[in-house]
Every structure is written in C-alpha cells, then in structure tokens.
Nanobody, 125 residues
Framework: QAQLVESGGGSVQPGESLTLSCAGS?????????VGWFRQAPGKEREGVSC????????YTANSVKGRFNMSRGNDKNIVYLQMNRLKSEDTAVYYC?????????????????WGQGTQVDVSS
C-alpha cells in the first residue's frame, strides 16, 4: 500500500533542534512530487508550515517558522526533510507531510492527495 511515513519527532527543550523526515513507501516514491509539511497543535486547526516543489524550490514558509525551519530533499529524492532549529514551545504539534502533483505547492490543503500519519513534536522545558 502506497503511503507516506513521517519520522523524527520527539521531545526537546526550547532552543533545541529536530529534523523530521517524510518518506514514500509501498510503491510511492517522492521523486517528482511536491511535498508540504503541516502541523496541528492541541485545540487548533491544522496549518501549513512549509512547501517544497518537485524541483526542490521552497514555495511557502509560514511566518511563524521563517528563519528557523528549512525543507530539503534527500539525495535519493525519496525523503523530504524538515529541519527545525531554535524550537519554541509554540512549535509543539503533530507534524504531517503530504504530497501533491501541483507544480507550485501552497498551504492550501485540498491540493494534497496523500497524507502521512503524523509525528509528534513536543517542545517544553
């Protein structure tokens, strides 16, 4: 079964870093797909964090994470990373990745076809 698998979540203190990974499996290979990272904090709606086009251009970054988070794609093209630096308590959320075949991905969720199950990130002292 084709699916997206997120990993790398965990519990960290404010100011620390984490790198999340999003990989395709079961016949789904991320090469050629645009990928978006989203997050949902407790009691809040899911929001877009960052988006990467199929040619590895970052097309969207939320203001709340600009200068701290960065998306990139691995050399084998099947893993997309979200490097999160200088984490804050407000970054605590379940983080999801999703794929779209749109050329220029945005934070608009209906354009995304496949979603991962999410990985939890907790930032607290």
């Amino acid at each position: 079964q084709a699916q997206l698998v997120e990993s790398g979540g965990g519990s960290v203190q404010p100011g620390e870093s984490l790198t999340l990974s999003c990989a395709g499996s079961g016949g789904l290979h991320l090469d050629g797909y645009a990928v978006g990272w989203f997050r949902q904090a407790p009691g809040k709606e899911r929001e877009g964090v960052s988006c990467l086009s199929s040619i590895d251009s970052v097309t969207y970054t939320a203001n709340s994470v600009k200068g701290r988070f960065n998306m990139s794609r691995g050399n084998d093209k099947n893993i997309v990373y979200l490097q999160m630096n200088r984490l804050k308590s407000e970054d605590t959320a379940v983080y999801y990745c999703a794929t779209t075949d749109r050329r220029v991905p945005t934070k608009w969720e209906p354009q995304y076809d496949s979603w991962g199950q999410g990985t939890q990130v907790d930032v607290s002292s």
